[in-house]
Structure formats: C-alpha cells, structure tokens
C-alpha cells in the first residue's frame, strides 16, 4: 500500500491534531506532490483541498481555510509526511486523505493518483 494515512480522532475545538501518512517505496520518486485533502460531513464525495508539499525542497502550499492553523511538513528520513492541525474547529470535521501526484501544488483532486484510506477528524463544539 503506497499511502497509509493516520492520527484521526475526536476532539474538541481548540484542541490539536497531527495526521500521519506513511509513503512506501519510490512513491514520492514518481508523485513528487503530496497533499492532504478533506471530505465534509454531508458533501457527498467532493473533496476539498487543505494543504501540499513538494516532497524534495519541502515547498509548502495552503488552502485559505488552513492557512495560519494547519502545518504540512515531511520527514525523508522516515518517508512520512505530517498534518499538524491546531485550533480546531467543528467545521474541520471531515476524512482527512493524503494524496500523490505528479503535479506540485495542485489543489485539484484529479492531478493526484495515489490515494490514502483516509483517517476521521472529528471536533466537537
């Protein structure tokens, strides 16, 4: 399995979380882009961009919604790359899914290939 993403759970606003997402093999060598990406509660299966990171320079890019309270970042060592989410809100509850692709910085669903199963954030109010 190329993505295996991690770290979900309930929590109240204010709290903080870090996601995980464990990539295998020559993954980032052909995906040099990876992201995280959210689905809402009730939104069906859209998809909604939160943050990427290109895997070599470790350039980083944000949706406006995670701008200022979520960190995207990766450890080469251990080929992981990380979501810290702080000051959660209710309206960050949503399956958070790691992605790869070959496309830097695209916020666009369809430029990502290889998928994570996705891990559950959910914040209480």
């Known amino acids: 399995v190329p993505l295996v993403d991690s770290g979900g759970g309930l929590v109240q606003t204010g709290d903080s979380l870090r996601l995980s997402c464990v990539v295998s093999?020559?993954?980032?060598?052909?995906?040099?882009?990876m992201a995280w990406f959210r689905q809402a509660p009730g939104k069906g299966k859209e998809r909604e961009f939160v943050a990427a990171i290109e895997w070599t320079e470790g350039l980083t890019f944000y949706s406006m919604p995670a701008q200022g309270r979520f960190t995207i970042s990766r450890d080469l060592r251990d080929s992981t790359m990380y979501l810290q989410m702080n000051d959660l809100k209710p309206e960050d509850t949503a399956l958070y899914s790691c992605?790869?692709?070959?496309?830097?910085?695209?916020?666009?669903?369809?430029?990502?290939?290889?998928w994570g199963r996705g891990t559950q954030v959910t914040v209480s109010s």
């Open positions: 093999g020559r993954t980032t060598f052909n995906y040099p882009s």
């Open positions: 992605a790869a692709g070959p496309i830097i910085a695209s916020p666009i669903t369809e430029s990502y290939e290889l």
